[in-house]
């Protein structure tokens, strides 16, 4: 694989109903335009760059995946979304269509950009942001490509019941003293039960947010997400008219895998759907057992750990045949 000797970062605004902030990332070779991939953050409170202030996770794992792409002969466009970082905006009364909205004026940014090939314009989501991407090619049909890590083809709240799925398989598993009060203060009805409750207090709702259980709720967000179902999504992908490249870790506790299968059933040739051996929610390489409980601790112990290898030469792999062999 050849690298390239460097990359020019450009630090930018762009001005909807707020400000955003982000970094271009610029390959140095003598070439007048480039195609460009938009990067769009899972949900949470990570920057641009992937790292995170409560808690506090600095993983670079945006700005990881922005320069191994950059490297390859891309603009790679990464930004902090609305309340996050430098950017604007207040978490609580952001929905699911304004992020939709922000990676669309990336896309009009990218387009008015000299050194941007116009028509060439890819989307990269991980997580929430595999959903948000696959809204926007609805808005914009001449999206050159789509590609979907670690939440491909369902909506949010399929991976929120996988989640309590995994929690409550691993506080069964577990020994001795702690086990046995988990699996008092954890059940299935309980879960079951706190989970209705938040649909139907979120369904009753109108405003920004709401409060539960002494906790703030970003109401609008989860209304807004919940609206869209994950057959919205799968038809969403199936009338996209772009490449996608659709890529999740079997050792996600945050997205399904089996998901996956929902994408290669769809009657497209341009869908490349790969399954990876051992790598986690935040694309590194894990070997070690599936936990809820213990993910932070996880993350934190691979915060410096590079992206897993078979991402990087799938990407590879992928780009060099739709985009840089043109």
Partial sequence: MNFLLSITEEFFSVKNDITLKGTLAIPQIDQEQFPAIIMINGSGSADRDGNMKKPKLITNLYKELAHFITNLGFITLRYDKRSVGESEGNPFTSGMEDLVTDVKSMVTFLRQHPKVKGKEIILLGHSEGCILATRVSEEIEDIAGLILLGGAGTNLAEPMDY??????????????????????????????????????????????????????????WFREHFAYKSEDV???????????????????????????????????????????????????????????????????KEATDPIHFQLKEELVTWLHANYLQK
Avoid: W
């Fill in 163 to 220: 989640q309590n799925q995994l929690l409550l398989e691993e506080i069964q598993r577990m020994k001795g003293l702690k086990g046995k009060l988990l699996r008092k203060l954890v059940t299935k009805e309980k879960i079951n039960k706190q989970t209705q409750q938040l649909h139907k207090k979120l369904e009753q709702s109108s405003g920004d947010f709401i409060r539960m259980s002494m906790k703030k709720i970003p109401a609008k």
């Fill in 234 to 300: 799968l038809h969403a992908l199936e009338r996209a008219n772009c490449p996608i490249l659709a890529i999740t870790g079997d050792k996600d506790v945050q997205m399904d895998i089996a998901e996956l299968s929902h994408l290669q059933q769809l009657d497209k040739n341009d869908v490349t759907v790969v399954s990876i051996k051992d790598m986690d929610h935040m694309l590194k390489e894990y070997s070690g057992e599936k936990t809820i409980l213990n993910i932070i601790k996880q993350y934190k």
